[in-house]
């Protein structure tokens, strides 16, 4: 299956379950790999037979900079729902979403959860 992939997008938010997080904020990376026929686009060089990578983006955008969620899981959720709205033509979407900052004692490099669906 071909795909289309968008990494380590680069956001802030105010997402988590502490209150500082949702006070302070953080910086979230956003990987997305969409799963989509890509065919026709790479016979006819025709934008609109493959999925416009940039309004991706703003979407991604505009949900992580958005209202708060406690659970990345949850942000996740609704991004895969809203742009499987907004595509019809994608067949399967992976989503990974890391705070690469969070407000843990430990030293890490990040945490964060990736999940993917297929659509129903």
């Known amino acids: 299956m071909d795909s289309i992939r ?4 680069s956001f802030y938010g105010y997402h988590g379950v502490l ?3 949702q006070q302070l904020g953080q910086r979230f990376l956003v990987s997305l790999e969409i799963f989509v026929d890509l065919r026709k686009a790479g016979q006819s060089d025709d934008l609109s037979l493959t999925l416009d990578y940039g309004k ?3 979407t991604t955008q505009s949900l992580v900079e958005g209202k708060p969620v406690q659970l990345l899981e949850h942000l996740a959720t609704n991004l895969i729902e809203t742009l499987f709205h ?3 033509a994608m067949e399967e979407i992976r989503v990974s ?3 690469p900052s969070p ?3 430990q030293t890490l490099a990040s945490v964060g959860i990736t999940l993917r669906r297929k659509r129903i």
């Open 86 to 88: 907004e595509y019809p």
């Open 19 to 21: 209150p500082e997080e």
């Open 103 to 105: 407000p843990l004692p």
């Open 56 to 58: 991706i983006a703003q």
């Open 6 to 9: 968008l990494e380590k997008l």
């Open 97 to 99: 979403i890391d705070k």
